[in-house]
Structure formats: structure tokens, C-alpha cells
């Protein structure tokens, strides 16, 4: 459909495909270390830290969850996107419900096997469109895509968008994940090419990671505000919805 159309003259290319991007048809499969052999008997997922009581979920019971499906773009960190990904599974907010979450917690380390983590604001994980996801296309997860659950979080790039996700933790203060020790963005958008930290903490100087992130949060609205003023008035008038695409775990996609 797309085919060799260029972002810097095809408009409705350029409202959907962000900076240093690269269309393609394909789902590459990118993780580090190998991937985990999950027995649903013994599978749990766990929501902890700043909430008033501790949940495990079986299979089963996650399962039985209600179910939600999205329409979303992937944008890997290494360059690569992905229009149209189909997505079914069960909304981040609905897990969420699930518990009372103490007032002070605003972020949330995403834990999954192998003691992979990423790192997000709580407020972007209650978005529409951010999901956790068993289906993909029409089809189950493959496990190299991160099956049987994967989180989806459409507006991010695709690393934060962890495979083989096991359990959330809920916390007053940001920490950074797996690639973000490594130096990857602790925020990743793609539209600003947030590909490597430049956080005070990973700089050691500057104004303190609290500020970096107020800082942040009113670029990216001014940013989102930008394209959305490029756009035709009608799109304009549904907000930066679904089609802004996801980044993936552990350098997965």
C-alpha cells in the first residue's frame, strides 16, 4: 500500500511516520538472550509495590479479564515502523482496577521473564490504546514476539512495549529498566527521537530528574499540538489517538 512513497512529500506519510523511520511490512524479531519457555500451569502475573494489597493472577483468571482489541503503528528504536498492527488482549487500565493504588505512585516498572524491566509514567499506561496484548493480526502471539503477553503502548517506542510481561510495580519514583541502565531514553518518544537518555541523572548535571520530566511532558504536548495542527481539521478533532504507534522489550519487537 505504501510502497515507496516518501515521508517529505507525502503528507498523510509524514502525520504517521515519525523522524529516521523506515516503513516495512515485516514484524522483525529483535531481543536479547533467548526466549523464555512458559508453562501457563505455572504462569502468574503479579501487581505490587505502592498498592494497598498484593495481586497474582493465574492464566485463567487474566484471561477472563475483559477484553478490549486496537488498531496501532509499531516504531522500533532501531529504526524500523509498522502501520496497522490489530492488537487484542486487556487494557492496562482494567488490570489496574484490579487494586487500589496508593496516591503516591506514579510510575510503573514493567516486570516480564528473565528479569527483563522497563520504566513508564503511570499516566501514559492509562491512555487509550495501551493494552496487554495475547493476540496479534488476527493470530496468538508467536513466542518470539513475545507470547503469551506482551504490553502494548502505541505513542512509545517499541522497546518499552515489554514481551513476555509477568507482573507491574507501582512507585513514587522513576526507575529506570533494563535498556534504560543501558542508556536508552527513559521517556522514548519517537516523534522527538528520544532514542538515548539525556536525563540528569545519567548526565550527573543539570536540574533534577523531577523538573526534567515536567520539562519534558510540556515538549512533548507542544509537539503533539504541532501535528495535530497539521492535520486536517477532522483528524484534528479525534486527538492523538491510535495510529501513533509503539516501541517493544527488551530491544524487542
Not at 522497563?118 to 501514559?124: A, G, Y
Not at 493494552?131 to 517499541?158: I, K, N, Q, S
Not at 526507575?175 to 518518544?189: I, K, S, V
Request: charged fraction near 25%.
Amino acid at each position: 500500500m505504501w510502497g515507496l512513497r516518501n515521508r517529505h512529500t507525502d503528507p498523510e506519510l509524514a502525520r504517521r511516520l515519525p523522524p529516521g523511520q523506515i516503513l516495512t511490512e515485516k514484524w522483525p524479531v529483535l531481543h536479547a538472550g533467548t526466549v523464555p519457555r512458559v508453562d501457563l500451569q505455572q504462569w502468574d502475573f503479579r501487581i505490587f509495590g505502592l498498592v494497598e494489597e498484593e495481586r497474582r493472577l493465574t492464566w485463567e483468571e487474566f484471561m477472563a479479564l475483559p477484553k478490549t482489541s486496537s488498531t496501532s503503528d509499531i516504531h522500533c528504536v532501531t529504526q524500523w515502523s509498522r502501520f496497522d498492527n490489530h492488537w487484542e488482549g486487556v487494557a492496562f487500565r482494567d488490570v489496574l482496577q484490579l487494586v487500589n493504588v496508593k496516591p503516591q505512585a506514579r510510575y510503573v516498572l514493567v516486570h516480564a521473564e528473565q528479569g527483563f524491566t522497563t520504566n513508564l509514567p503511570l499516566e501514559d499506561l492509562l491512555r487509550d490504546g495501551v493494552l496487554f496484548a495475547y493476540r496479534h493480526d488476527g493470530r496468538e502471539l508467536t513466542p518470539e514476539h513475545g507470547w503469551p503477553l506482551r504490553l502494548v503502548v502505541p505513542h512509545l517506542y517499541f522497546w518499552k512495549s515489554a514481551k513476555w510481561v509477568r507482573g507491574i510495580e507501582l512507585l513514587e519514583h522513576d526507575r529506570p529498566g533494563f535498556w534504560e541502565q543501558y542508556g536508552y531514553h527513559l521517556y522514548a518518544d519517537p516523534w522527538l527521537e528520544q532514542r538515548f537518555r539525556d536525563d540528569p541523572e545519567w548526565l550527573g548535571h543539570g536540574p533534577t530528574t523531577e523538573e526534567y520530566y515536567r520539562t519534558l511532558k510540556s515538549r512533548v504536548r507542544r509537539e503533539q499540538q504541532a501535528r495535530l495542527a497539521q492535520q486536517p481539521q477532522a483528524e484534528a478533532a479525534e486527538g492523538p489517538g491510535g495510529a501513533d504507534g509503539a516501541g517493544g522489550g527488551r530491544g524487542q519487537a
